[in-house]
T-cell receptor, first 112, second 114 residues
Framework: KAGVTQTPRYLIKTRGQQVTLSCSPISGHRSVSWYQQTPGQGLQFLFEYFSETQRNKGNFPGRFSGRQFSNSRSEMNVSTLELGDSALYLC???????????FGSGTRLTVV | DQQVKQNSPSLSVQEGRISILNCDYTNSMFDYFLWYKKYPAEGPTFLISISSIKDKNEDGRFTVFLNKSAKHLSLHIVPSQPGDSAVYFCAASDRGSTLGRLYFGRGTQLTVWP
């Protein structure tokens, strides 16, 4: 069974640009969540999607948005990038009623 | 406001001995708890979980203990092995095993030395 796939693995962007990150969950998993990991703040929740519906959103500015497609694949978008957006962005998927999210390896975003 | 706290940023243990990683939480609505292990440049890997209706759950060398009255949980690794060296994250959910949003602690770096 393939794991959670995140693309790209690494990304360098300039302040003010926008970026789109992609996540393909494990086959059959309909729940997808996104987290931001930074050294100072640890893992912070961004969004949770289930069957194309956003069920929960973390405390991030409106520049952070996401969506889920009918095949459960998800994307997150960050507009008007700031230096502080540099982080590891992690996607996780689970079955409804699953016993633990499976995380992808993440996308390392560097904003310069 | 950090609702899940791991107050020890690091722990060093000799191979073969017990590793005890601690976690405290403040939200009494949390009813499901998980531990993840993370190596550099990889995503967190699920280790073990426990529901609030239990006080102990075991899986091989890993045991998680939950003390609801103290809002405290701990992960015991016996015996510790060098391959266990990683960052360990405690996480909590207020939606039971359907998970939803997870609240993470900031992690404890475990180093197991020979």
């Amino acid at each position: 069974k393939a794991g959670v796939t995140q693309t790209p693995r690494y990304l360098i962007k300039t302040r003010g640009q926008q970026v789109t990150l992609s996540c393909s969950p494990i086959s059959g998993h309909r729940s997808v969540s996104w987290y931001q990991q930074t050294p100072g703040q640890g893992l912070q929740f961004l969004f949770e999607y289930f069957s194309e519906t956003q069920r929960n959103k973390g405390n991030f500015p409106g520049r952070f948005s996401g969506r889920q497609f009918s095949n459960s694949r998800s994307e997150m978008n960050v507009s008007t990038l700031e230096l502080g957006d540099s982080a590891l962005y992690l996607c996780a998927s689970s079955e409804q009623g699953g016993y633990g999210y499976t995380f992808g390896s993440g996308t390392r975003l560097t904003v310069v | 406001d950090q609702q899940v706290k791991q107050n020890s940023p690091s722990l060093s243990v000799q191979e073969g001995r017990i590793s005890i990683l601690n976690c405290d939480y403040t939200n009494s609505m949390f009813d499901y708890f998980l531990w993840y292990k993370k190596y550099p440049a990889e995503g967190p890997t699920f280790l073990i979980s426990i529901s609030s209706i239990k006080d102990k759950n075991e899986d091989g060398r890993f045991t998680v203990f939950l003390n609801k009255s103290a809002k405290h949980l701990s992960l015991h690794i016996v015996p510790s092995q060098p391959g266990d060296s990683a960052v360990y994250f405690c996480a909590a959910s207020d939606r039971g095993s359907t998970l939803g949003r997870l609240y993470f602690g900031r992690g404890t770096q475990l180093t197991v030395w020979p």
